[in-house]
């Protein structure tokens, strides 16, 4: 039954059928081949009952506040003023691509939209300055797929909502390794511009007097943050209120820097509308593809399937881990963990793994599978942005280093998962 299931996943993704639909097809057929149907004739309710969610509403309000963020122009004010305190480090301004991208991380929640946002911005820069274009693409590449684990990240509300784990729990979890991701991200530029310096172009000229000019940029996105995170940890809002919060204030910031009006309100909504659809239909097929496979019992024949190998938990978890770095070369994130989720966690909580470190480390594999050739998004984001064109293996290339930087964080999390459970620990208890 599993390797049914998984070769016909398998082929409706080589088909290059939507993902929505491959998940919908797969459960219709499972439930008609082995329930006769049974299941298929609750898909109306099933789909409401899920569809009301109160913690999805989130989703869409955080899409929105990115989207806000990007027309508003906080984002070129903030890049700025990320460059002049950190362009003197060697690299230059791809240490403002990777710090750039961890702030904006922490109000848009998609790795997406911050890779195309601060690549727009950093892109010119390139030739201005002189720098190595491929490792410049790869670090605005690899500093976007920091917005889906540094919170909020709309992925790791998606796996709470699959796993029923908390996403305040969750965020607190997400902030260190994604701190440390960005650190790591850093020293690969520091590393690769010492070893060939011409690497790291012109750097940009700065003193104290303009890094603090330059300061008020960056409270927009720190106001957020606080707005957003803050809430939700000083038992103000749940995390879709803080999202709706967090919307709010974006408005405001866009007021105080006169970008509010009606046009961009329009672009805004539309891009809010088209992502939103998209990820929703894709949930609801996924939850549905759960439901299927709950009654089916696939997932006791899994955990029995594993019990007979005599595998350890270490040993079952660097499996996963393998199997997530394979998948995800030829998956898109979101559907990778949408199909996989509903499988694989039941065997990861039976286990023992805490269901925390767990979301951590499975988004930090998604992480990894943004810029992981042929498949990786975030590279077709930052290649599609190059005004002059250019090859596609330019910016594959250039983040394999930081893929690397990746491979450091999991292994880390294996050994040492208090990195991400211990502030949910102490906040939690």
């Known amino acids: 039954m599993p390797l049914f299931i998984i070769t016909m996943l398998l082929g409706l993704v080589a088909a290059a059928v939507p993902v929505a639909a491959v998940l919908g097809i797969l459960s219709l057929t499972l439930d008609e081949i082995f329930m006769r149907g049974r299941r298929s004739l609750m898909l109306g309710d099933f789909v409401w009952e899920q569809s009301v969610e109160y913690l ?3 989703i869409p309000m955080f899409i929105l506040l990115g989207e806000i963020m990007l027309r508003a122009g906080i984002a070129v004010r903030m890049y700025n003023a990320v460059a002049q305190w950190l362009s003197w480090l060697p690299g230059g301004l791809m240490h403002a691509n990777i710090g750039s991208s961890a702030i904006f991380a922490a109000t848009s929640g998609s790795s997406v939209a911050t890779a195309a946002t601060v690549g727009t911005v950093a892109y010119p820069e390139i030739e201005k300055r002189n720098y190595n274009e491929s490792l410049f693409l790869g670090s605005i590449a690899a500093g976007g797929t ?18 029923n784990t908390s996403v305040p729990e969750l965020y607190l979890a997400g902030i260190f390794p994604g701190l440390a991701l960005a650190l790591l991200f850093m020293a690969v530029v520091v590393v690769a511009c010492l070893w060939k310096p011409h690497w790291g172009g012109v750097k940009v000229k700065t003193d104290w007097g303009s890094r603090i000019r330059v300061l008020p940029d960056l409270l927009p996105p720190v106001m957020l943050f606080l707005a957003v995170v803050g809430s939700i940890y000083a038992g103000i809002a749940t995390p879709t209120e803080a999202a709706s919060i967090g919307v709010v204030f974006a408005l405001i910031i866009a007021a105080i820097n006169k970008a509010l009006n009606i046009e961009m309100l329009k672009e805004a909504f539309e891009g809010t509308m088209r992502s939103s659809a998209t990820i929703m239909l894709i949930i ?13 019992g696939v997932t006791q024949v899994m955990l029995e399937t594993i019990k007979e190998l005599g595998w350890s938990p270490m040993e079952t978890m660097i499996v996963i881990v393998l199997f997530y770095l394979l998948l995800g070369m030829f998956m898109e994130t979101l559907s990778m963990m949408l199909t996989t989720i509903p499988v694989v966690f039941p065997i990861v909580a039976h286990m023992g793994f805490d269901p925390v470190w767990f979301g951590i480390m499975i988004t930090v594999l998604m992480e990894a599978a943004l810029i992981t050739p042929p498949i990786g998004i975030n590279l077709y984001v930052v290649h599609g942005i190059r005004a002059r064109g250019g090859k596609f293996s330019d910016v ?8 690397i930087a990746m491979f450091v964080l999991i292994a ?9 459970v211990w502030l949910p620990k102490q906040f939690y208890g």
């Not at 790791?156 to 796993?163: D, E, H, K, P, S």
């Not at 609801?284 to 089916?296: I, S």
């Not at 880390?412 to 991400?420: E, N, Q, R, Y």
Request: net charge negative.
């Open 56 to 58: 999805l509403v989130a």
């Open 146 to 163: 920091l917005g889906i684990l540094i919170p909020p990240s709309i992925n790791l509300i998606i796996y709470g909502l699959l796993t």
């Open 284 to 296: 609801l097929a996924a939850v549905f593809l759960n439901f299927v496979l709950g009654f089916m």
């Open 396 to 403: 594959s290339i250039g983040a394999l280093p930081f893929l």
């Open 412 to 420: 880390v999390l294996l050994v040492l998962p208090d990195i991400a």
